[in-house]
């Protein structure tokens, strides 16, 4: 399988940040594209991604939607990586861990934040609260004291840290005790420096 990827992209620190990080741990050459805010909604980027999101990738000469999907087209084409894990229970861990972080968490925290910046209307943001207050921190609670949510790093902490990442700079999450140590342990990672994806987190 190739280690090429084309991505399109708005930031460092958008969606397109999960993709970005899976490829560097996967050693991939990345092509990256930018896409001004307001063109993915026309043409021609509809013709790459109809629902004119971001990121849209190009990986094997196919059109992929979905950063969590993508990531995970990345992951199963480099088997040997292990970053889906093996052996049944830590496949139910990264399951559960990936399903929490995307379908329960992730849209929420980023509506919160982007409302929250004026990037979208402003009245949405305590509702987006509310609906965070009684999730957001038992999953922060849940990351691991030492190492890795499924005990080796895998794409449920790639998951997990972009929805902490938001958590934490839309202020919803305080970043001390076992969260900062989760959190910086990733942000040592070359692939995520390399990637970007913790850009502002500590100022």
Aim: with cysteine; glycine share 6%; charged share 20%.
């Amino acid at each position: 399988m190739s280690r090429q990827i084309r991505i399109w992209s708005f930031a460092d620190v958008d969606r397109s940040g999960k993709v970005r990080w899976t490829a560097h741990e996967l050693g991939c050459e990345i092509e990256e594209v930018r896409v001004k805010l307001g063109e993915q909604s026309g043409e021609p980027y509809r013709q790459l991604n109809p629902y004119g999101q971001i990121p849209t990738a190009e990986l094997d000469g196919q059109i992929l939607i979905e950063s969590t999907a993508i990531c995970l087209a990345l992951a199963e084409r480099h088997p040997e990586a292990r970053l889906i894990p093996e052996d049944q229970a830590s496949r139910d861990r990264f399951w559960q861990s990936v399903n929490v972080s995307v379908s329960t968490l992730e849209t929420p925290v980023v509506l919160y934040y982007l409302s929250s910046n004026g990037f979208v209307d402003a009245a949405w943001a305590p509702l987006w609260a509310k609906s965070l207050e009684g999730r957001l921190p038992v999953f922060a609670a849940s990351m691991p004291q030492d190492g890795y949510i499924c005990g080796d790093f895998s794409l449920a902490d790639v998951c997990a840290a972009y929805v902490l990442r938001i958590g934490v700079q839309a202020a919803l999450l305080p970043l001390e005790g076992n969260l900062a140590a989760y959190l910086h342990r990733l942000m040592d990672r070359p692939a995520a420096q390399a990637a970007r994806v913790f850009e502002g987190l500590d100022d």
